[in-house]
C-alpha cells in the first residue's frame, strides 16, 4: 500500500526528485489513465505548498475536456489555443504565468487563482492533455516548477496506457 510522505525543506530539485520517487511507487503496476491522473492531482495538490488547483485536462478533438483534479470545481471544456491550458497545446510546450491578469484571454475558472503552469502530456498521438496547476500567489512558479512537473508528465505516461483509452 502507498503512504504519502511528505517532503519538508527541501530546495526544489531535489523537493521533485523526492516527489518523483514517490509517483513511481504510486503508479506501480497501474496502468488505467485515469485512476493515474487521479492520484497525481490528489498527490500534487496534497505535497506542493500554495496550490489551489492541481489536474488534468484531456484533449477530444478541438477541445481539452476537465479530468480528474483536486480544488475547486473548474471549466469543463477548454478550447485548444485558448487560455493558458489551451495555449499549452497549440505550442506544444509548458507554459509558466507568474501572474495570469496578464496573459492575454486567460479563462478564470476560479477568481482566486493568481499563478499558473501548464505542461503538456505527449500521448502516442500527439498532445494528450495537460496538467495543470494553479496558485492564488502571484509568481509561485519557476523554472524548477516546471521541469519537476514536466518529469511528472513523462512518468504518468510512462506508466498509463494513453493509446485509445482517452
Known amino acids: ?22 509517483i513511481e511507487a504510486l ?7 485515469i485512476a493515474n491522473a487521479a492520484n497525481i492531482s490528489a498527490l ?5 505548498p500554495d496550490l489551489n488547483w492541481a489536474g488534468f ?15 475547486m470545481p473548474a471549466c469543463v471544456r477548454i478550447p485548444v489555443g485558448k487560455g493558458v491550458c489551451g495555449t499549452a497545446v497549440a505550442r ?12 492575454p484571454g486567460h479563462i478564470a ?18 498532445i494528450a492533455g495537460v496538467i495543470d496547476l494553479d496558485s492564488p500567489l502571484v509568481g509561485r512558479f519557476d523554472a524548477d516548477d516546471r521541469i519537476g512537473i514536466e518529469a511528472v508528465a513523462e512518468r504518468y505516461v510512462r506508466h498509463s496506457d494513453l493509446e485509445g483509452r482517452l
Not at 503508479?27 to 489513465?33: I, S, V
Open 1 to 22: 500500500m502507498f503512504e504519502t510522505q511528505a517532503i519538508a525543506n527541501a530546495a526544489k530539485p531535489e523537493f521533485y526528485r523526492a516527489l518523483s520517487r514517490q
Open 27 to 33: 503508479l506501480e503496476g497501474e496502468r488505467d489513465p
Open 44 to 48: 500534487l495538490f496534497h505535497l506542493l
Open 57 to 71: 485536462y484531456f484533449r477530444r478533438g478541438g477541445d481539452l475536456v476537465l479530468g480528474p483534479f483536486q480544488g
Open 92 to 103: 506544444r510546450q509548458s507554459i509558466l504565468v507568474e501572474d495570469v491578469n496578464a496573459f
Open 109 to 126: 475558472c476560479d477568481s482566486a487563482s493568481r499563478s499558473e503552469l501548464v505542461v503538456p502530456i505527449s500521448g502516442p498521438a500527439g
